[in-house]
T-cell receptor, first 110, second 114 residues
């Protein structure tokens, strides 16, 4: 079945630093989504990407849909304490099912 | 607008008991999804509905799990009998109609089976 490899699994950074994480797939996706999950809450959609090569920003967040349609990255610029959480990528190949990456746990030292 | 609503937020039960989790999707959304999240397996899709009809239940672990959607504003996920390995956070999500489709998640139900 379809699998997503998300890296890194965890990140420990200083406040103000930029963050980069990515996902790669063994198969082609038509849609890439990036979610953030805070402790005790459900994932919240951050950015959605629909076309190969698409680059989309949401405030300090920027995500890109890879040209090969098998990868995506998420960048966070000038990190702040509220960026702490677990970030998930998700891909949709067909129908309505999403495949989720394992998550990247972001920890920020003030 | 109200988001996806799930109840209860926390459930602690004993092995062998029946557990029912509830979900109210966002009004107007036509797809509803049930996920399970564990440390070991991450987020797993259990089942999803379109217009109240189950479309794909291939993720349902076994016959002890069942899900229903009697109308557009309510769905249940039932586990009977429950086992300790069912302990997880269960999320409900719904999809807004049209393209592009995006799934919006509820706050989850943390289930502990003793």
């Amino acid at each position: 079945g379809q699998q997503l490899n998300q890296s890194p699994q965890s990140m420990f950074i200083q406040e103000g630093e930029d963050v980069s994480m990515n996902c790669t797939s063994s198969s082609i996706f038509n849609t890439w989504l990036w979610y953030k999950q805070d402790p005790g809450e459900g994932p919240v959609l951050l950015i959605a990407l629909y076309k190969a090569g698409e680059l989309t920003s949401n405030g300090r967040l920027t995500a890109q849909f890879g040209i090969t349609r098998k990868d995506s990255f998420l960048n966070i610029s000038a990190s702040i304490p509220s960026d702490v959480g677990i970030y998930f990528c998700a891909g949709r190949g067909g129908a309505q099912k999403l495949v989720f990456g394992q998550g990247t746990r972001l920890t920020i030292n003030p | 607008d109200a988001g996806v609503i799930q109840s209860p937020r926390h459930e602690v039960t004993e092995m062998g008991q029946e557990v029912t989790l509830r979900c109210k999707p966002i009004s107007g959304h036509d797809y509803l999804f049930w996920y399970r999240q564990t440390m070991m397996r991450g987020l797993e899709l259990l089942i999803y509905f379109n217009n109240n009809v189950p479309i794909d239940d291939s993720g349902m672990p076994e016959d002890r799990f069942s899900a229903k959607m009697p109308n557009a504003s309510f769905s249940t996920l039932k586990i009977q009998p429950s086992e300790p390995r069912d302990s997880a956070v269960y999320f409900c999500a719904s999809n807004k109609p049209g393209t592009p489709r995006m799934q919006f998640f509820g706050p989850g139900t943390r289930l502990t089976v003793l």
